[in-house]
């Protein structure tokens, strides 16, 4: 009798005696990990402090950004509408703001529970692969639309949504297998549910398939192809040829594929540079038994400084001189209506 009852739980609740758990899940081992990180102390009122300002311009500027393109008819372009799925991934970064910020002033990873946690880096997992995703997308689009001129145009809208649809399944699967192997778990010192591949290993396969991915179809593919359309456009100063017919496209056309190639460039590179600072904390590995403080305040601030391209991807977009006409002339309706009223 003494031997069976030693494993079970002293505690009597609702008359049954429950089973010890000798296996702990993925989010009691990042928690238990958790209590030995700490961030300088001025560092997590500063974050929680850059993570309000970035929720409140990032939620605004997104949603204008929609509201744009649902206003005007003219910016209802293919080109437009797979820059949208940026913003879409942004939006989803930025609902789990406050639960990064509660993070930081609570200053224990608790404040998520395990199924908040899972739920979070569910959604994380998700806005990286949309967002790298999206990259690869806009690129193919930009070369499809130099280099096939005539035949890509019939079906280019096809193509985009096919891509799209696959980006965004891609997303799904790639955040539901984390949560299937309870691969997720969330560090006080982030502030971030995402894959911790301490807990099995299983979630170190996960988690190098997932940068892997990411890497290749958002860095490397759009890095390729944004090489190649350079070249094309300092190697030719005159109107796109197919074989030995001359394609004579409008002024305006050129300008806006022009314009659009600019703009999905410099969101490629902005998620280049917001993303630098966290593949170089893989280097700094080394001190992080040694130095953990400055370890975890380094990858706190790296995280931070990603967060920062849910605002300058709708500037981005809305500094595009397709984008800026219409709100300029938004803003010359508003005035209107103000003079008319006064």
């Known amino acids: 009798w003494q031997a069976k009852m030693s494993n079970y739980s002293p505690s009597y609740d609702n008359g049954t005696f429950e089973p010890f758990t000798t296996e702990q899940s993925c989010w009691e081992k990042t928690l238990a990990e958790g209590k030995n990180r700490t961030n300088p102390s001025f560092l997590e009122p500063l974050q929680a402090t850059l993570l309000t300002i970035l929720f409140v311009f990032g939620s605004a500027l997104n949603c ?161 192809i944004y090489s190649v359309l350079f070249c094309k456009a300092r190697k030719m100063n005159k109107p796109i040829t197919t074989g030995s017919i001359a394609m004579p496209p409008t002024v305006h056309t050129t300008r806006s594929h022009h314009r659009a190639i600019l703009t999905f460039f410099i969101l490629f590179a902005t998620l280049c540079g917001f993303s630098l600072p966290i593949y170089v904390g893989f280097s700094l590995l080394s001190i992080k038994e040694t130095h953990p403080t400055v370890y975890w305040g380094y990858q706190g601030l790296s995280l931070t400084f990603l967060d920062v391209v849910v605002v300058a991807d709708p500037i981005t977009i809305m500094r595009n001189q397709d984008v800026t006409e219409k709100i300029q002339e938004l803003w010359n309706s508003l005035k209107c209506y103000a003079q008319n009223i006064s």
């Not at 949208?84 to 639960?99: K, T």
């Not at 806005?127 to 997308?137: E, K, L, Q, S, T």
């Open 64 to 224: 204008f950004a929609f509201f744009l393109v649902a206003r005007f008819k003219a910016l209802r372009r293919r080109d437009f509408l797979l820059a949208l799925q940026v913003l879409m991934a942004d939006l989803l970064a930025i609902c789990y703001f406050p639960v990064k910020v509660a993070t930081r002033l609570n200053g224990s990873a608790a404040v998520a529970g395990p199924i908040g946690c899972s739920l979070l880096g569910y959604f994380g997992i998700l806005f990286h692969v949309i967002r790298y995703g999206a990259m690869f997308v806009l690129a193919f689009d930009r070369y499809c639309t130099v280099f096939l001129p005539f035949a890509y145009p019939a079906h280019a809208n096809l193509t985009a949504f096919v891509l799209s649809a696959a980006l965004w399944l891609l997303g799904v699967v790639f955040s539901s297998i984390p949560a299937a192997l309870d691969c997720y778990g969330m560090g006080p010192s982030t502030g971030m549910c995402t894959i911790y591949p301490e807990c099995s290993n299983e979630c170190v396969i996960t988690r190098n398939v997932f940068y892997a991915v990411i890497i290749s179809l958002g860095v490397v593919l759009p890095t390729a």
